[in-house]
Every structure is written in C-alpha cells, then in structure tokens.
C-alpha cells in the first residue's frame, strides 16, 4: 500500500529517495511522485504520475546537488489513480507540500468546518491535511500548525510535509500508519518501511504513533528531533543497526521474486526449526507458554493468506494442544465481536505486522484487557511491538505480493506453538518437520513437471480448487494464489458442497484440483470430483503417496497428516506461479493488491 520517503542531506536527495521508492515498490501502487529542492532554480519540483518509479527517474531531471525531497508511492483509496490524485499535493498557495500514507475518515467535515474558501486540485483525503496546515499556520508556527491539524485528524497518518520557504527542513507525523528514520553520517531517511533506508542508513528508528518529527540541516549536519501532540520533546527511540542481510532483496537468479520465495520453503523452515530448538526440541519461550495458562479459548485473527494459515492454526491448537479455538478475519472481528471467554487469548498472524484491520482487533481486544500474541515476518513491525508478545517467523523478507514462504511461516511457527502447549501429544514434531522439509525440498524441484501440468491442464476463466478438512484451507489458499496473480476466477470449496451450488458453474474443461492429503477423506473427495467429472470438468489431482491412486496427476512424498498443508501447497503456488508466467502478467506485483494493506 502507500508508501512514503523523504530524505535531507548530502546524497543526492532524489536518488535516495526514488531507489528507497523503488525498494518499496513490493507494498503495490498505482502512481508515484516526488518532491525536491532543485538549487539551480532555486524552487521545488514535483514530478508525478500513474504508472512506475522508474518512469519518475527515467523521464525527469534531477540536479546532482539536491539535498531535500519527499516522495510518495500511492495506492488508490480516495480518487482513481491518475496524475492529479497522485502525491506530493500542495495546499492552495503552494507554501506547503504533503505526501501522506493512510486514511483521514473525517476529511468533508473538516473542509466544511475550515476549508469553505480553498479550491482543491484533487479528489484526495491528503489535501485537506495540507491545507488545513497552510490555514493554521497563518497565525501560527509551521509546527503548531502540524499539531493543531493534526488534532482534528480522525484516521491513520504518516506524513510528511515541507514548507516551500524553508529548504532545510522535512516535517512528520506518525499515527496508525508506519514511518521509520534512518540515519547516517551523511543524512536523515524517513520511510514507511525500512527497506527503504538500504544503502543509505546504518542505523534505524521505530516510532511511536502520536510523534511530530522535525527533520533539519543545522549547519553541515543533519539531526531529527520527536516531539509528541502537545510539543514536548521525547528522547530519542532505541538505535537499530541496518544489518539485515540485503541478499535477500535481489531475485537470486530467479525470474521472479515468487519463485524465489517458493523455493526458499524448505529452508524457512529449517531456520524455524533451528531458531525454535531447545533440548532437542521445538518449543516457544515459558513466557509465552505462561500466557495460556488456564486459557478457555484462542481467538486467531488475520487476513488474506494469514487468516488461511490461521484455519489450520484451528486444526493445531484443536487437535495438538487441546485448546478450543476460533478464527477470523480480522476486518469481521474488528467491528463485529462475538461473545469472548473470559479467558481467552488472542492470536494475532500477519507476515506484514502492519495489517490495519488486523490493529484495529489488537487495539480493541488489549483495550479489553485480554493477552495478545502476534505470530509476523517483522519482528519490529507495529503488531509485533504493541502485542504483549511475539513470534517470529523468520521466513526473510518477503517481496512478491502473493505471500508464499510466509504462509509456511506461520504454519510452522503454529505447529511449534500447539505442540509447545500440549501436553501428552504423540507428535514429533522435530522428525516430522525436517521429513516435511525434505518432502518440500523435492516437489520444488519438480517445479518443471508442474509447468506442463499447467499447460495441459488450466484453461478458460474459471478454476476450482476442492478439499475436506485440512486440505478444504489449503484449498482456499491455493485459490487465493491463483486468482491474485493469474486473475482467473478461482474458488477454494469444501469437496462436499460443489453439488450445493457451485457444480452450477461446471461445465466443459473447467479445471476442478482436488487436494487430497488425509487418508480418512480420500474416497469422498474423490466422489466429488467424480461428480465434475460427470459433468466434463477437468479433473487434477493433488495427492501424497499414501492417498495417490491411479494415476493422479501430482503425488507429494508423504509427511504428517498435520503437516501436510506445508507440502500440498507448493505444487499450488507453482501452479499459479507458472500460469502467471504463461500469461504474462506481472507476477510480483499484480493489479490492484498492495503487500501491506495499511489502511482499513
Ligand atoms: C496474500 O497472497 C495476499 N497478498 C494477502 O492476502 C495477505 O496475506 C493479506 O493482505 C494479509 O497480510 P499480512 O499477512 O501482512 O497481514
């Protein structure tokens, strides 16, 4: 989703800011600009337009001794893409200039409460913030007028704003949506996500929501302050150092981020099972163990592909751990809770941890006094600090929109999170994890196999991908893969209840994929394929080797019934992975999806 850069110092500004634009390209936009200080006019440009970062590089210039710029990667929510909606915007007189990630729910009254004389320039939320600072500071300091706008801002913000008569200095605010500084001899990097800040910070700041910033040369050197809402100073956050491993950002040969990411399963989840070991075993910490002591019931929250890892949470917490649990989507729960036990405990998964229907739930839940765990990718991310505790998943970062190695993630991390609290399950999980790691390992390199299946086998519009039990929420998440990055329209279905309805859409050659990994549910779900097939669908079959029969199309080497969502998912992100291809659509970065979905 949006994404925002502003960088001052002594690096060229606009290429600090346009490859950290390019860095967060992943998170999906649909038009970008910049802003910057170009001293041989002596005024700021702004160059902006639907379309890629590298355009805005490409077709502008930039003079090498720049030293101040914004800019914005933007994801539709107010106005269609196009250049007038696209960021940096300017208040009416042109003093001020904003880029801004988030939502502002209170934006018309605003306008009608303070803004009746401005003329507005686009159909965004973001300018009625710009013009309410030019408004304020009419009578009052650029800052106080920060503070007062931001005052009346109902929603989520981060921001940054420059006031075009002063050439020194970046202002920011942080509210709900996620802002970082980076920091360096040479300069100051503000963004929404630290990858932003690679090559041009060594260390890094996390900031807490309600923080004004004020960014500025001071002589030769660059500082940051913090203030928060009401103008007193805060000491400055915990220093990170910028040493995470920048491999991780190349595509390592691969064509495409996804397939990268596929592959690197089986090595996700040795690092899991090494970073979770203790005596020889798989556990999480006493602390999180204390969490759940006496618990009455676990809530999994989340959304998209989590919500789906989520589902056979369910299964492990259920069947490992013996404790009763629910699961929802996070932007149903936020605004529609059920009737909670008293001792429940929330499970909050998100790769991102930026989710915001996702902290819409945390923020509601911790206001009611329940624990909260989050299970992410980013370990500083907002929901693995503000829940009372963490796991990560280390699956690395993860580029490609369509979540695959993250998905793995999470379900190992929620393996080790049953079994850790169980307590007479036969499960081994350090055996049955490093033969899933293996199984895995080799449906990878069959990826080829899949290609042809692929070109045999998924055409037209339609798809459908059917299952029971365990295999019924894979199904689900092999048609979210496949739909996010192919668009043909797919639908994950229990195997039973094609014939409730869904058979209707049946007809010739339609690909039906079963998903057959549990022994006890084979012969049904074979039945109802047998109904698609009477009916002319395209059958394929997705099975281990102790539920293969004849001659299904794709046999996975057998692991534990429970974990065999690790292994069954593969062939489906491949297959979705290779349809892309053959269609030649955008693989990492399909239409209309952003990575970090940060607003509501
Ligand atoms: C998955 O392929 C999607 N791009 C999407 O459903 C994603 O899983 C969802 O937006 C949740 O993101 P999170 O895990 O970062 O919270």
Redesign the pocket.
């Known amino acids: 989703m949006c994404g925002i850069v502003g960088y001052i110092g002594q690096e060229k500004a606009s290429d600090v800011v346009i490859k950290g634009l390019e860095r967060l390209e992943y998170r999906g936009y649909d038009s970008c600009g910049i802003t910057f200080y170009n001293p041989e006019e002596s005024k700021f440009i702004t160059n902006k337009d639907t379309g890629r970062v590298a355009k805005l590089l490409n077709d502008n210039h930039y003079p090498d001794n720049n030293h101040l710029a914004i800019g914005h990667t933007r994801w539709a929510t107010h106005g269609v893409a196009n250049h007038q909606n696209t960021h940096p915007h300017y208040s009416m007189s042109e003093r001020f200039v904003i880029v801004h990630n988030g939502v502002i729910d209170n934006h018309k009254e605003l306008t009608f409460k303070y803004l009746h004389d401005y003329e507005f320039r686009s159909e965004t939320d973001t300018e009625v913030i710009v013009n309410l600072i030019e408004e304020f500071a009419k009578k009052i300091s650029v800052v106080e007028a920060i503070r007062k706008t931001i005052s009346l801002l109902d929603g989520s913000y981060a921001l940054l704003v420059i006031d075009t008569n002063d050439t020194d200095r970046i202002y920011a605010v942080k509210n709900k949506s996620p802002l970082l500084i980076g920091e360096s001899d040479k300069g100051i990097v503000l963004g929404s996500d630290v990858l932003a800040f690679v090559n041009y910070a060594d260390y890094y700041y996390l900031l807490e929501d309600n923080s004004v910033i004020t960014v500025e040369r001071i002589k030769d050197k660059f500082v940051f302050e913090i203030f928060d809402t009401i103008g007193l100073k805060i000491g400055k956050p915990e220093k990170h150092p910028m040493d995470f491993v920048t491999d991780e950002l190349d595509k390592a040969g691969f064509e495409h981020y996804m397939l990268k990411e596929i592959s690197e399963q089986p090595t996700v989840v040795r690092k899991i099972m090494s970073e979770y070991m203790v005596d020889n075993k798989l556990r999480v910490s006493p602390d999180i163990k204390a969490m759940f002591h006496q618990v009455e019931r676990v809530y999994i929250l ?5 919500y789906h890892a989520g589902l056979i949470g369910k299964i492990y917490f259920e069947e490992i751990a013996k404790i009763p649990a629910e699961v929802f989507i996070a932007s149903e729960f936020a605004y529609n809770e059920p009737l909670i036990e008293p001792k429940s405990v929330f499970v909050l998964i ?3 941890g930026e ?1 915001a229907d ?1 902290r819409a739930c945390l923020m509601n839940v911790k206001e009611q006094g329940f624990k909260t765990l989050s299970i992410t990718n980013v370990p500083t991310s907002t929901l693995a600090r503000e829940a009372d505790a963490t796991l990560n998943i280390y699956a690395g970062t993860e580029i490609a ?3 695959t190695k ?1 998905y793995v993630g999470e379900l190992a991390v929620l393996a080790i999170l049953a079994r850790s609290l169980s307590i007479q399950h036969s499960l081994d999980l350090v055996y049955e994890m490093s033969r899933a790691a293996v199984a895995m390992e080799n449906i990878v390199d069959k990826r080829d196999y899949i290609h042809e299946v692929v070109q045999q086998t998924i055409k037209g519009e339609h798809c459908f991908y059917i299952g029971r039990g365990i295999d019924y929420f894979v199904a689900l998440e092999a048609a ?2 496949l739909k ?1 990055i192919t668009y043909i329209h797919t639908d994950g279905l229990a195997a039973g209840e094609l014939k409730h309805g869904p058979m209707a859409l049946i007809e010739k050659d339609v690909p039906v994929i079963a998903i057959i990994s549990q022994d006890h549910i084979n012969n049904n779900t074979r039945s109802n394929l047998e109904e698609a097939k009477a009916r002319e669908a395209k059958p394929l079959v997705i099975s281990l080797e102790n539920t293969s029969k004849g001659n299904d199309d794709i046999v996975l080497m057998d692991v534990h019934r429970l974990l065999s969502p690790l292994i069954t998912i593969i062939p489906a992100q491949l297959i979705a992975y290779y349809k892309a291809l053959d269609l030649g659509v955008d693989i990492d970065k399909p239409r209309n ?1 952003a ?3 940060t607003v509501e």
Do not use: R
């Not at 989340?302 to 989590?306: D, F």
């Open positions: 989340a959304a998209g592909t989590s998100s790769q991102s989710t996702l929109v369509a979540s993250a979210l893969k996010e999806l990575k970090s979905a």
